[in-house]
């Protein structure tokens, strides 16, 4: 069974960035399946990010421009790469598959606190 590992979350000023990956221990999965999630205190997880078929790629409105998903296959990993950060990209990020597909097992997820 494919264990999702994300990582790469942490404190970070308004304006800052920071680049998450999503490894899996186990087994190899398809990262070009993948999509990032999150979920912020008291909210509703929501997908943020995900790469599509031929290689496409689609982003929550909030995020576009600011963020993007990426995928080494070699590495068998994928990121997100999140600048001008805003308040309200605090959450807990974690990595699954994305549109198109159903999320399997959750992984624990890396804290982002965007915070002065």
């Known amino acids: 069974q494919v264990q999702l590992v994300e990582s790469g979350g942490g404190l970070v000023q308004p304006g800052g960035s920071l680049r998450l990956s999503c490894a899996a221990s186990?087994?190899?999965?398809?990262?070009?399946?993948m999509g990032w999630y999150r979920q912020a205190p008291g909210k509703q997880r929501e997908m943020v990010a995900s790469i599509i078929s031929g290689g496409r790629t689609w982003y929550e409105d909030s995020v576009k421009g600011r963020f993007t998903i990426s995928a080494d296959n070699a590495k068998n990993t994928v990121y997100l790469q999140m600048n001008n950060l805003k308040r309200e990209d605090t959450a807990v990020y974690y990595c699954?598959?994305?549109?198109?597909?159903?999320?399997?097992?959750w992984g624990q997820g890396t804290q982002v606190t965007v915070s002065s």
């Open positions: 186990g087994s190899r999965f398809n990262v070009y399946a």
């Open positions: 699954n598959l994305g549109l198109g597909h159903i999320p399997t097992g």
